[in-house]
């Protein structure tokens, strides 16, 4: 072998040897990162399984608050029909997840009514309970038995309170109820007298056979009408249950998904049902104040107002 051919097969020996060092780097970097994916993975599977468990611990305080707050709820009720209980399930998750269970329960745990404590404490003490026998390891163990759900309410139920606070959350709502009927009433009579009087002064005027005269007679007195029944439909007093009542009608006729719900094959409103949703509405806005779950001041009443529209 000549000299030249010599460095030849040396040069291509230390370019092998080159290769065969990058490859064996390359193979231990995928080894590496192979490794590296690997641990991540576990860890990724670990921490969504912590989540979920908190998550499922989260859902089981929720769950016995939800199961208290609506018993209490649709115990306020006369002869609760199916759709208002299911009306009222909606309304009551909606606002439970508004508000959030840690702040309903901060709430409770500091609250002046022993009622809401005594919930709080319950709550606390089953949750333990249902959870003591999960895992994060097992979802199948992350249930909720309907039993010590049961349990938790009777409870609770034990306490005279409840009828009492029941009782007088259902005379609120019917006396709110009844003053909108009424108030509706004299609404309509009222109108009924200003188109009374306004057409008998119309016919007096055009009694007197002065055409330019009971034409402006009647001009004017249409007009005065017209305002003076804007004010008794629009400006007098109503009270919350009626301004309820009001919002859901105006939703009903500009919202697509409301008019599904409250407008008659006719076209024409169904005063029954948006009656019936805002009793529900208005029971929630009562219960909330009056176990002091809330500050039901002017603020939260219109603010409430404001959400039906």
Partial sequence: ????????????????????????????????????????NIVAAHE????????????VK?????????????????????????????????????????VLMKNMKFSESYLLRKIYEAVEEYSKDITADASVDDPES????????????????????????TNLI????????????????EDKQDVKTVLKQTAARVQAAKGSNDNDYSEAVEESETRLAKDRIYQIQHESYHNVFDRMVRNLSEVALTNE??????????GHLDVEKIVESARCMYTLLEMVGTIQL???DQKYIEDTLKSIK
């Fill in 1 to 40: 072998m000549s000299i030249r051919e010599d460095r030849s097969y040396l040069k291509e020996l230390r370019a092998e040897r080159e290769a065969l060092r990058e490859n064996a780097a390359k193979m231990d970097r995928d080894a590496i990162n192979q490794r590296i994916i690997d641990r991540d």
């Fill in 48 to 59: 969504a399984a912590v989540d979920k468990f908190y998550a499922y611990k989260d859902d």
């Fill in 62 to 102: 929720k769950t016995l608050l939800k199961e208290a707050l609506m018993h209490i709820y649709e115990g306020s009720f006369h002869n609760i029909s199916a759709r208002e209980h299911a009306l009222c399930e909606a309304l009551l998750e909606q606002y439970v997840n508004d508000t959030g269970v840690t």
């Fill in 142 to 165: 992350q249930t909720i038995d309907p039993a010590k759900v049961d349990d938790f309410w009777k409870d609770i139920d034990k306490s005279d309170d409840i009828e009492d606070i």
């Fill in 170 to 185: 259902r005379m609120r709502v019917s006396n709110a109820e009844e003053d909108f009927v009424n108030k509706n009433q």
């Fill in 257 to 266: 998904e409301a008019k599904k719900e409250f407008l008659a094959e006719n």
């Fill in 294 to 296: 809330e500050n039901v």
